[in-house]
Structures are given as C-alpha cells and as structure tokens.
C-alpha cells in the first residue's frame, strides 16, 4: 500500500476512533441533524481546506521551510493559525483540539498535492457536532 493511502486511512481510523470512544466513553449518540449538514459537512470543510491547506500551506510549503520528523514546518503553522481561527465562536478547548486533526489534514495535503481528501476527512471528522 503507498505511504499517501496509508496516511488516509490512518487519518479516517483515527476520526472512527475518537467517534467510538465519545459514544463509548462518554455516553453520547450519534443524532443526525439535517439542519448542520449543508454547513458542517459541505460549506466549513470546502472553504477551511481550500484556504488552509491549497492557499496558506502551499504557499509556506513553497518556501521551503524546515520539516519537523516527518511534518512540515509549514503544516504547524497552518494548524496554529487554523486552531487560532477556531477560537472566534467556539471554546479555547475546541480551538486547542481542532490543531490535532488539522495537522492530519496537513499531512493529507502534503502527500497528495490536493485538498479533496483534506476536504472528505474533515467533513467526516466534523460529524462529531452530531454526537450529543
């Protein structure tokens, strides 16, 4: 299996993963909620990874800034600014814990040059606003 398909699947693992436990661990179900669909799982992940990832990351990316282990220096920076834009209508504790899978979006988008699976993953890590 290619190292880009491996990074993919780990990436949809772990939002499974985090899923299952908030269900298991903390008791909540999975309601679904039509009225979130168009704006959580279309608009926010188109316009978040369009911009973060295919203007802001590519952009760093392409001053050829150091890599830290195996994640671009350019990919930390977008997650800190993504995690910071988070904060505006949310919690300091939401803003905090988006900056994990953003840079799981980063690595998506470093290994395929593209935002659709950047796009997917996050729509599907944002049906976590329908556990309660």
Request: net charge neutral.
């Amino acid at each position: 299996m290619e190292r880009k398909n491996i990074i993919l699947l780990t990436a949809f693992s772990l939002g499974a993963a985090y899923f299952g436990a908030r269900i298991l661990f903390l008791g909540g179900s999975f309601v679904f909620d039509s009225s979130k669909v168009l704006r959580y799982l279309l608009l926010a992940p188109v316009a978040e990874e369009l911009f973060f990832r295919g203007v802001m990351q590519e952009w760093l990316e392409r001053l050829k800034l150091p890599s830290l282990y195996a994640v671009s220096s350019a990919n930390i920076a977008v997650s800190v600014v993504f995690a910071v834009f988070h904060l505006w209508g949310g919690e300091s504790l939401h803003a905090f814990l988006v900056f994990f899978p953003s840079v799981v979006f980063g690595c998506l988008y470093s290994e395929y040059r593209s935002v659709l699976p950047c796009v997917l993953c996050h729509a599907f890590y944002n049906l976590n606003v329908m556990i309660v």
